[in-house]
């Protein structure tokens, strides 16, 4: 559970401090994988193939781990919310996967 607190902690500076990783996972993930590394090596500058094949080893967080505290932050405190631009393409989408579900 103390994990699962310090990944909380990393994800809500990172939405408080940027705004484009409010709307979109990918960078937010990036950015929490950076708070774990040290400012002369960081995550992103890493190959990609490195970062994946030894994420346990950089001690990185799951990326679904990341997502869903996302949501769990974004629930409590909707100033932390995606643009509405990207909400109303999301609700779209969602509508569209349902119809194409059902089918």
Request: charged share 30%; net charge positive; aromatic share 8%.
């Amino acid at each position: 559970m103390n994990q699962l607190e310090k990944i909380e902690d990393r994800v809500l500076s990172v939405l408080e401090s940027n705004t484009q990783s409010r709307s979109d996972d990918r960078v937010l993930y990036l950015l929490v994988c950076n708070s774990y590394s040290n400012n002369e090596n960081p995550i992103g500058k890493m190959p990609f193939e490195v970062v994946m094949k030894h994420y346990r080893e950089l001690k990185l967080p799951h990326f679904e781990s990341v997502r869903r505290t996302r949501q769990k932050i974004q629930a409590t405190h909707p100033e932390l919310g995606c643009l509405t631009e990207y909400r109303r393409n999301r609700k779209k989408m969602q509508k569209l996967y349902t119809d194409y579900a059902r089918k």
